[in-house]
């Protein structure tokens, strides 16, 4: 029940589409859900966040939908650049302190 | 404002040596979590420290240790390391529990050989 299943594993997009990456949870417990990008050798990145209260947030070329009935999260990117080919997690926690919970992550590429 | 430090970045061990990890948040920030990161089982929570104390737990053996001290700053200790303990180790801060608005370190390395 605290999984977070991430798909797809990976994707290829080209420059200036857009990318889809989805997650879903079942833990009804949890109430804040992130998503986090990776480049490699650095830690995760924290990208952008939503809490349940709202259906979709959006900041810049990166939106986050939700979809509480469903128990499902999305990440879109718009305008995808090759700057932006890295690992995407998405993330959930609840109510049990600092415990994020994280999907199995997608290696996105954008081709120029 | 300075972000999460984490030292060392890389680290080399033998099978059965411990290793000590340090972390220091982002000023200011109280909490600090620990999690592993490795191609197989992805990330992982270890433990969480606010104020001093353990607050949240993972699955992980007893080998995997950790503490906070007054200055927030955490340090993580794995014990009798294992092969399959090589893994990146990541140390996340953030200002308040629930694992809200968690910021990263670069984490350490660690290869166990």
């Known amino acids: 029940q605290q999984q977070v299943k991430q798909s797809p594993q990976s994707l290829i997009v080209q420059k200036g589409g857009i990318s889809i990456i989805n997650c879903a949870y079942e833990n009804t417990a949890f109430d804040y859900f992130p998503w986090y990008q990776q480049f490699p050798g650095k830690g995760p990145a924290l990208l952008i966040a939503i809490r349940p209260d709202v259906s979709e947030k959006k900041e810049g070329r990166f939106t986050i939908s939700f979809n509480k009935s469903a128990k499902q999260f999305s990440l879109h990117i718009m305008d995808s650049q090759p700057g932006d080919s890295a690992t995407y997690f998405c993330?959930?926690?609840?109510?049990?302190?600092?415990?994020?919970?994280f999907g199995e992550g997608t290696q996105l590429t954008v081709n120029p | 404002k300075a972000g999460v430090t984490q030292t060392p970045r890389y680290l080399i061990k033998t099978r059965g040596q411990q290793v000590t990890l340090s972390c220091s948040p982002i000023s200011g920030h109280r909490s600090v979590s620990w999690y592993q990161q490795t191609p197989g089982q992805g990330l992982q929570f270890l433990f969480e420290?606010?104020?001093?104390?353990?607050?949240n737990k993972g699955n992980f053996p007893g080998r995997f240790s950790g503490r906070q001290f007054s200055n927030s700053r955490s340090e993580m200790n794995v014990s009798t390391l294992e092969l399959g303990d090589s893994a990146l180790y990541l140390c996340?801060?953030?200002?308040?529990?629930?694992?809200?608005?968690?910021?990263f370190g670069q984490g350490t390395r660690l290869t166990v050989v």
């Open positions: 996340a801060s953030s200002s308040t529990r629930g694992g809200t608005e968690a910021f």
């Open positions: 420290y606010f104020s001093e104390t353990q607050r």
């Open positions: 993330a959930a926690s609840g109510n049990s302190g600092s415990r994020l919970t």
